[in-house]
C-alpha cells in the first residue's frame, strides 16, 4: 500500500495471533521511529521493550488491558524522557530545567509524534497495533516495574503483532468540524455534529461485532463530564516535574 494507503486504513487490533516479532524487526521499527521531528531535537523519548514475561503481565494488569498483551507479538512502553537530557548538562557542567510546563509539553509532543512514526511503520510491514493510555492508570506502580528514574514517566503503552482480523477502519470528524480558515468558527459546530452523530449511530449499529447503539457526542459528553485521572499533576511532580 501507499503511505496514504496505509494510514487511511489504521484500526486499533486488540488480539493477534501470537507470533512473536523479531528483534532485528523491532529494531530497524524503532530506528524508523527515531526520524520522527523532535522539538529542539532534543528527542526526549524512551521506550521500554517488556519481554519478561511477569512484567509484561504486570504491566496487563496495571494499565487494566491483560487480554492484548497475552497474543501481542511485542508490547513496549513509551516513556517521556529527560533523564537522558540531564545527563546531557552535567557533561557541561549544567542543571537543566526539567521541570517546565513547557517540557511537559515538549515530551508529550515528542514520544506522540515517535511512537505514529513507529506505528505507520509498523502497519506498512503487515503489522497491527493499540495504542494503550490505560498505562497512566497506575503511573507510579509501573514506574517501579519498570524502574524508571526522576524526569521519566510512561505516557502510554503498546501493543503490536499479526492481528487475527482486521477491524472496519472508525468513521472520523467531517473535515470541516476540524479545518478552520483564518479564524476560528463555533457556529459550525450543531450541524456538523448532528452529521457526525448520524454517521457514527449507523457504523455501531452495522459493523461486524460489538454492535451498539450510540454516538459520538453521547459518547464525549459521558467520557469528560469528570475529571480523569486526578493523580497524575502529583505524580508527574513525584517525578520532578512541577509545572513551573
Given at each position: 500500500m501507499s503511505v496514504k494507503e496505509v494510514l487511511r486504513s489504521h484500526s486499533s487490533v486488540r488480539k493477534y495471533t501470537g507470533e512473536q516479532i523479531p528483534k532485528e524487526t523491532v529494531i530497524d521499527l524503532?530506528?524508523?521511529?527515531?526520524?520522527?521531528?523532535?522539538?529542539?531535537?532534543?528527542?526526549?523519548?524512551?521506550?521500554?521493550?517488556?519481554?519478561?514475561?511477569?512484567?509484561?503481565?504486570?504491566?496487563?494488569?496495571l494499565s487494566k488491558n491483560e487480554f492484548q498483551f497475552k497474543t501481542a507479538g511485542a508490547s513496549f512502553l513509551f516513556c517521556v524522557d529527560f533523564k537522558r537530557l540531564q545527563m546531557a548538562g552535567q557533561k557541561h557542567g549544567v542543571e537543566i530545567v526539567a521541570d517546565s510546563a513547557e517540557n511537559v509539553l515538549v515530551g508529550v509532543a515528542d514520544v506522540s509524534i515517535f511512537a505514529q512514526n513507529f506505528v505507520i511503520a509498523a502497519e506498512a510491514e503487515g503489522y497491527g497495533i493499540c495504542y494503550i493510555g490505560g498505562a497512566r492508570n497506575n503511573p507510579a506502580e509501573i514506574s517501579e516495574l519498570f524502574d524508571l528514574p526522576d524526569y521519566v514517566f510512561p505516557l502510554f503503552a503498546m501493543t503490536i503483532g499479526k492481528p487475527t482480523k482486521r477491524n472496519e477502519t472508525k468513521p472520523r470528524l467531517p473535515v470541516g468540524a476540524i479545518l478552520h480558515e483564518n479564524s476560528y468558527n463555533t457556529e459550525k459546530y450543531n450541524e456538523l455534529l448532528d452529521e457526525y452523530d448520524s454517521i457514527m449511530e449507523n457504523y455501531y449499529a452495522s459493523r461486524s461485532s460489538n454492535q451498539k447503539m450510540s454516538n459520538w457526542t453521547k459518547q464525549m459528553a459521558d467520557y469528560l463530564i469528570e475529571q480523569k485521572r486526578p493523580y497524575m499533576k502529583e505524580f508527574l511532580a513525584s517525578k520532578g516535574f512541577n509545572w513551573k
Amino acid at each position: 500500500m501507499s503511505v496514504k494507503e496505509v494510514l487511511r486504513s489504521h484500526s486499533s487490533v486488540r488480539k493477534y495471533t501470537g507470533e512473536q516479532i523479531p528483534k532485528e524487526t523491532v529494531i530497524d521499527l524503532i530506528e524508523t521511529a527515531q526520524m520522527a521531528a523532535s522539538s529542539h531535537f532534543v528527542q526526549a523519548y524512551s521506550v521500554i521493550w517488556v519481554t519478561d514475561e511477569e512484567k509484561k503481565q504486570k504491566l496487563g494488569e496495571l494499565s487494566k488491558n491483560e487480554f492484548q498483551f497475552k497474543t501481542a507479538g511485542a508490547s513496549f512502553l513509551f516513556c517521556v524522557d529527560f533523564k537522558r537530557l540531564q545527563m546531557a548538562g552535567q557533561k557541561h557542567g549544567v542543571e537543566i530545567v526539567a521541570d517546565s510546563a513547557e517540557n511537559v509539553l515538549v515530551g508529550v509532543a515528542d514520544v506522540s509524534i515517535f511512537a505514529q512514526n513507529f506505528v505507520i511503520a509498523a502497519e506498512a510491514e503487515g503489522y497491527g497495533i493499540c495504542y494503550i493510555g490505560g498505562a497512566r492508570n497506575n503511573p507510579a506502580e509501573i514506574s517501579e516495574l519498570f524502574d524508571l528514574p526522576d524526569y521519566v514517566f510512561p505516557l502510554f503503552a503498546m501493543t503490536i503483532g499479526k492481528p487475527t482480523k482486521r477491524n472496519e477502519t472508525k468513521p472520523r470528524l467531517p473535515v470541516g468540524a476540524i479545518l478552520h480558515e483564518n479564524s476560528y468558527n463555533t457556529e459550525k459546530y450543531n450541524e456538523l455534529l448532528d452529521e457526525y452523530d448520524s454517521i457514527m449511530e449507523n457504523y455501531y449499529a452495522s459493523r461486524s461485532s460489538n454492535q451498539k447503539m450510540s454516538n459520538w457526542t453521547k459518547q464525549m459528553a459521558d467520557y469528560l463530564i469528570e475529571q480523569k485521572r486526578p493523580y497524575m499533576k502529583e505524580f508527574l511532580a513525584s517525578k520532578g516535574f512541577n509545572w513551573k
